[in-house]
């Protein structure tokens, strides 16, 4: 039997080149080789309350973008995640697992909770502000139990690869210890304990062009799939630089650096090479970068940019696969279900 093999882009926007190479571009070469799932996270998308006439058009961006990419319906199943109820009732049982203060520790929530507070600084204590907070911003439930619901898509399916970019790992680690604590509770084997998969190679970290950190919807620093050769173009030209290398050798900058990653994922090694011995030797003129950078991006981006194009408005194919994809699903999903219940005492008269 093919291991399982499953995972989900949040409902947020178009896709970017993080999330193009954090998992996408994965998803496309698993699916070959393993039982794969690959779905629309419109649940998680509601913890930062989208616009409600947004939500709907986000899905389909992304279901036209996951199979312009290349994921075949015919190989991998493809699906929304609301389509799947029972994730949401499995998702309240495993709560009666899972600890609100390794949620309240969680990165992301730390994160997010800071920016639905409105509070700047990078200090840890923010319980406090959670708790004390009497004005009415507040910080919402279900993104403080985001990683449940995020473990219950995995575990639903008994899926062993999840295949993720960095910023995931932690998640999946939570995921690992719910599934440890739920059969060890109950003395059962039911869950597999999944892992992220990058063939063999370290989990990406996409970074952004502002010379800071990854590339995020809500930094306002990508490169989507979807741009337009001249907007790309314009963007990468853009990227913040340095005034270059002074003195051969000298040590590399995070804004360069971030500009040499993108060219390991997109350049090939001959030309990332001649560009770190120009750099090397201080000859290097940041404009060519940028310019084979453009270049090297545009030949993966603009086919799948034309692909979605063509696919985005045929709403009976997205709407075919989707619901061919969700019957799939369900039906897996509702036989997990079936076992929690009864493994936690849940009977019918
Ligand atoms: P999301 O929507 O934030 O991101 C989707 C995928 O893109 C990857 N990614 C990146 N990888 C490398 N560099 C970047 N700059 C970058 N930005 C995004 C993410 O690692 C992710 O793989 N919680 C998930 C969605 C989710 C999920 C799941 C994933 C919900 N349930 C179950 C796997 C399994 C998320 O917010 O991804």
New binding site residues.
Partial sequence: MKEVV?????A?GN?????Y????SKFVRMQNDYDCLF?I?DL?ALTTHPDPKMLHSNVKNILAEYLAAGIDPEKATIFV?SDIPEISELYLLLNMHVGIGELMRTA?FKDKARKQLGIKSDSDDIEKEIIGNESNKRVNAGLLT?PT??AV??LIQK?HK???????EQ??ELTRRFARRFNSFYGVELFPEPENFNFGGT??????LDGSG????SEGNCIYLIDEEKVLRKKVMRAVTDEGPKEPNSPVSQPIQNLFTLMELTSSPETLQQFRDAYADCSIRYGDLKKQLAEDILRITLPIRERILDIQNDDAYLSRVVRQGAERARERAAKTLQEVREIMGIRKF
């Avoid at 499953?6 to 949040?10: D, M």
């Avoid at 989990?203 to 952004?208: A, D, E, R, S």
């Avoid at 990854?214 to 919807?217: L, P, Y």
């Fill in positions: 499953l995972s989900g882009i949040r947020t896709l970017h080149l993080g999330n190479f954090g998992a996408l779905f996270a998680h995640q992301s985001y619901l995020m898509d995995i899926a999840v295949p993720v970019g960095k910023d995931q998640h999946l989990p990406v970290k996409v970074p952004g990854k590339m995020g919807k």
